[in-house]
């Protein structure tokens, strides 16, 4: 049944394979449920309230990416949006966390339309090859430079901005033998490399005492504090809509940017270098979105981390079906679950960075037009850590390149109307 449902056989793949890439996956994305709630409860949100609705949402976003799209691509709260929810939007701009859910809501609601009448899809087939590359490279560097700053081996440097950190620390320790361990098992051909090395980093923190056991099982808080407490009338404020263009802005371009990177690595791309049913694939960021701000949480978006799934053999929506599974247990066996460290999956991210540059050898180097777009992607997602602005930098920079090489024929009608926004947009900081 699985396999006739999901195509396991023509994909490639089974069960046991697509299994050990969800809980993957879960295991390089869980820090979610516990970093969001700690942001979020900055802007005067209930923590196990926030905790709980991030666990539904993203068991909803993986569902529906799942089992109507059918890719191997999770979902959860958005790193960046949460910030901006707390830290723009409450505590500087003095609106309510209620009416950010509203925007929340709102914008979610105009992903939805924009996916239903094919706009979102249109965007995403328009982005020329180059910048496709560079946004799977860039995303892989920008993986790479979480993962490296989770396990503390880059730290901020008030002198050179970064810098190297203590690397005789426990955590660096354990961090670099995670890494060289997945290597050494991807290199033997071992499928489950990923999830074991993390494991086993998990494994030792404990051992050494650096991870504190906390149990197995509690029952979940309760999720009322933030269930249905959007206030949508207090986001139709005039002030809101900018709000509510900056989560529709950077939603798009985040998941946009996932999507082509992880189905790329995948090699989930037809032909002409497009995402088949990808109309089902935005539908289902929209709509746990969507669901997420009435549980109590910020938007809802696709992970890069379901890379690490992809990298041990998820090819189905049966990994991102399996990974929902692992977030909804997560509500029961919070503990657990918590004692997986940042530093025990950052080697498992600059693994999946290592794979992801690979992209790199379908540039086509010796045209300069293509390969600047592309370069300007790669660096700037990492150095401006946002993948939105990776991107932004990108649609500019190729249409400049090919405008200035006398070759802007090459550009397309939807290309110069994104340049241009995104021109317009750091132009006047929208």
Known sequence: MLDKYFHLKELGTNVRQEVVAGITTFLTMAYIIFVNPAILSEAGMDYGAVFVATCLAAAIGCFIMGLVANYPIALAPGMGLNA?????????????????LGAVFFSGCIFVLLSLFKVREWIINSIPGPLKIGIAAGIG???ALVG????????????????LGDVTSLQVGLATLGFFLIIGMAARGMRGAVMIGILIITGLGVAFGDIQYQGIVSAPPSIMPTFMQLDIAGAFNIGMLSVIFAFLFVDLFDTSGTLVAVAQRAKLLDEKGRLPRLGRALLADSSASIAGSVLGTSTTTSYVE?????????????????????FIAALLFSPLAGMVPAYATAGALVYVAVLMMGQLSHLHWDDITEAVP????LVMMPFSFSIANGIAFGFISFVAVKLLAGR???VSPVVWALAAMFALKFAFGI
């Open 84 to 100: 901006f929810f707390t830290y723009t939007v409450v505590l500087t701009e003095g609106y309510s966390w209620q009416s950010a």
């Open 141 to 143: 560097l920008f993986l």
């Open 148 to 163: 490296l700053k989770n396990a503390g081996i880059i730290v901020g440097n008030p002198a050179t901005m970064v810098g």
């Open 306 to 326: 379901s890379a690490a799934g992809v990298a041990v053999g998820g090819r189905s929506g049966l990994t991102a079906v399996v990974t929902g599974l692992m």
């Open 374 to 377: 592309a370069v300007v992607v």
């Open 408 to 410: 802007a024929a090459e």
